[in-house]
């Protein structure tokens, strides 16, 4: 769904006439009802204002056609009881004679409000970039945000303030609020120099400072979601002090998060300490409630899988309703996923869930640049194989399609909008069908079952 813009002064009127808004109805009422009280006014006062308007309407008449003046005489009346209406309302809300704005705002309300239930589970960069475009979709979305992170500038407030680390939660806000706002570009702003401020991000200390103040991180959050007027919400996974712990095949043990992909080893499972943390209740209530739930993308043991070691959320998903997606990384992860395929990383969800029905379907990406960047290969990181045979035996929907942005230089970043577009079609899809197995008849899309 594109973004809803008004850029010209004639577009800009006809704006309001957009279907949804629910916003002509009300025209019409007021518009009548001030026609009715003028009426009923000049009759009190004896002007007859029947008689005389008919009076003239036949003498104009007897020049002018009648249907060419009726036409003329109610269409310059709506314009000018729809511009003042119209201007009244843009003073009263004092927005600047902008009505981008609160154009924007009614659509929102409107269109997005109604629109499917969504909850998004991940971490990092990759729920991130995932809630930016799920945003122009819905305003009912529920981020589930990992808070295992103990690295860079999070990881320095959580040992120092004895906090959750805000890194994820913080580019999660920003994501979901208004991208050229200038307080979401605070938000993510970071400091370069400073004693003890280099590498902290502006957003982070924002949160740590509210979390002290409320004494509560989800509290914190919550206000700094208004700060920003974000659309939806943001939600750790647990308020415990979580712990990413990984057992290595060669028997090694690596704590914390950012120990585990600098470890350079394959990865048997994963686990927490403590082992068990409680979930949040209103994550819990959300997964139970959603239509939607998306899995990733983003790095598989560090970010999507550490949500899953909390029983509570795991068991509630494999238990919703909910259509389940996990959106498949494109490139693999050196110290996570080396020489991982698509159905490898299904399979790694699938064991720590310990619940086959914790996912449906995984998108795919199906497109790569020719030219892919070099890099990749000097880092160790390698295209995902995409193996058919084994995610079939899984009993999971394949669905592909191109999910990267466009790159000269052969660079591969997931697009939030193709992310986005690819999975909401896939769930009308679904839908729409009754079940997770279709057959996609459109170029550059393809689900196997």
Same mark, same amino acid.
């Given at each position: 769904m594109k973004r809803f813009k008004i850029n010209s002064g004639i577009l800009k009127d006809a704006g309001w006439l957009v279907p949804g808004l629910q916003v002509k109805r009300w025209f019409a009422l007021?518009?009548?009802?001030?026609?009715?009280?003028?009426?009923?006014?000049?009759?009190?006062?004896?002007? @007859?204002?029947?008689?005389?308007?008919?009076?003239?309407?036949? *003498?104009i008449a007897n020049t002018v056609s009648t249907e060419w003046l009726a036409f003329a005489i109610c269409m310059f009346g709506a314009a000018i009881f729809?511009?003042?209406?119209?201007?009244?309302?843009?003073?009263?809300l004092d927005i600047d004679k902008d009505d981008n704005f609160?154009?924007?705002?009614?659509?929102?309300?409107?269109?997005?409000?109604?629109?499917?239930?969504?909850?998004?589970?991940?971490?990092g960069t990759g729920l991130s970039m995932l809630l930016k475009g799920i945003k122009h979709i819905t305003n009912n979305i529920t981020a589930v945000v990992t808070v295992g992170d103990d690295g860079g500038s999070s990881g320095r407030l959580r040992e120092e303030m004895g906090i959750l680390p805000p890194?994820?939660?913080?580019?999660?806000?920003?994501?979901?609020?208004?991208?050229?706002?200038?307080?979401?570009?605070?938000?993510?702003?970071?400091?370069?120099?400073?004693?003890?401020?280099?590498?902290?991000?502006?957003?982070?200390?924002?949160?740590?400072?509210?979390?002290?103040?409320?004494?509560?991180?989800?509290?914190?959050v919550k206000e700094s979601s208004n700060v920003l007027?974000?659309?939806?919400?943001?939600?750790?996974?647990?308020?415990?002090?979580?712990?990413?712990?990984?057992?290595?095949?060669?028997?090694?043990?690596? *704590?914390?998060?950012?120990?585990?992909?600098?470890?350079?080893?394959?990865?048997?499972?994963?686990?927490?300490?403590?082992?068990?943390?409680?979930?949040?209740?209103?994550v819990i209530s959300a997964i139970k409630t959603a239509d939607l739930i998306i899995l990733g993308p983003g790095s598989l043991y560090t970010s999507v899988i550490p949500n899953l070691l909390v029983n509570e959320i795991s068991e509630a998903i494999a238990n919703s309703n909910a259509k389940k997606i996990y959106v498949c990384n494109i490139m693999t992860?050196?110290?996570?996923?080396?020489?991982?395929?698509?159905?490898?990383?299904?399979?790694?969800?699938?064991?720590?869930?310990?619940?086959k029905k914790i996912v449906d379907a995984v998108l795919v990406n199906d497109y790569l640049p020719k030219n892919l960047a070099h890099k990749y290969e000097i880092a160790g990181s390698f295209p995902v194989k995409l193996d058919y045979e084994n995610i079939k035996k899984l009993?999971?929907?394949?669905?592909?399609?191109?999910?990267?942005?466009?790159? @000269?230089?052969?660079?591969?970043?997931?697009?939030?909008?193709?992310?986005?577009?690819?999975?909401?079609?896939?769930?009308? *899809?679904?839908?729409?069908?009754?079940?997770?197995?279709?057959?996609?008849?459109?170029?550059?899309?393809?689900?196997?079952?």
């Open positions: 007021i518009l009548l009802g001030t026609v009715l009280i003028t009426i009923g006014i000049l009759i009190l006062i004896d002007i @007859k204002p029947i008689f005389y308007t008919m009076e003239f309407i036949r *003498k729809f511009k003042g209406w119209q201007k009244t309302n843009l003073s009263i609160l154009l924007e705002n009614l659509y929102r309300r409107r269109k997005l409000n109604r629109g499917p239930k969504i909850v998004a589970v991940g971490g890194g994820d939660i913080r580019n999660c806000i920003a994501a979901l609020a208004d991208d050229e706002d200038l307080v979401t570009k605070l938000f993510q702003y970071r400091f370069k120099t400073g004693e003890g401020l280099e590498g902290h991000s502006f957003g982070n200390l924002f949160l740590t400072a509210l979390c002290s103040i409320t004494g509560d991180m989800v509290r914190a007027s974000i659309r939806g919400r943001v939600l750790p996974a647990t308020l415990d002090d979580m712990k990413l712990v990984a057992e290595m095949e060669d028997g090694r043990i690596i *704590k914390g998060e950012s120990n585990i992909p600098e470890a350079h080893g394959r990865i048997k499972r994963l686990y927490t300490d403590p082992r068990h943390c409680k979930a949040l209740e209103d992860q050196p110290g996570e996923t080396d020489g991982y395929s698509v159905s490898d990383h299904v399979k790694a969800l699938i064991q720590h869930a310990n619940n009993g999971i929907c394949l669905f592909t399609k191109k999910l990267i942005e466009d790159s @000269k230089e052969g660079l591969v970043r997931h697009s939030s909008h193709r992310v986005a577009r690819a999975v909401y079609y896939w769930y009308r *899809k679904v839908l729409k069908d009754g079940n997770s197995s279709f057959k996609v008849k459109y170029s550059g899309e393809k689900a196997v079952c």
